[in-house]
C-alpha cells in the first residue's frame, strides 16, 4: 500500500470528524455526515 492512499484515508476520516462535529450543531448531522461521506465515495470511484 503507497503512503500516499494511506494518508488520504487518514484525511477523509479526519475530514468526517470535523464534518460532524460541525453538523452536531445542526439537526440532520448524521444525514449530513452520510451525505458527504456517500460524495467522496462516488468521486473516487469516478477517478478510478
Do not use: H
Not at 5 to 24: C, G, P, S, W
Not at 38 to 47: D, E, P
Request: aromatic share 4%.
Amino acid at each position: 500500500m503507497p503512503k500516499g492512499k494511506r494518508k488520504n484515508k487518514i484525511n477523509l476520516f479526519q475530514e468526517i470528524i470535523i464534518n460532524n462535529k460541525v453538523a452536531k450543531n445542526k439537526k440532520n448531522s448524521k444525514i449530513i455526515g452520510i451525505n458527504n461521506f456517500l460524495k467522496k465515495i462516488r468521486r473516487k470511484i469516478t477517478c478510478m
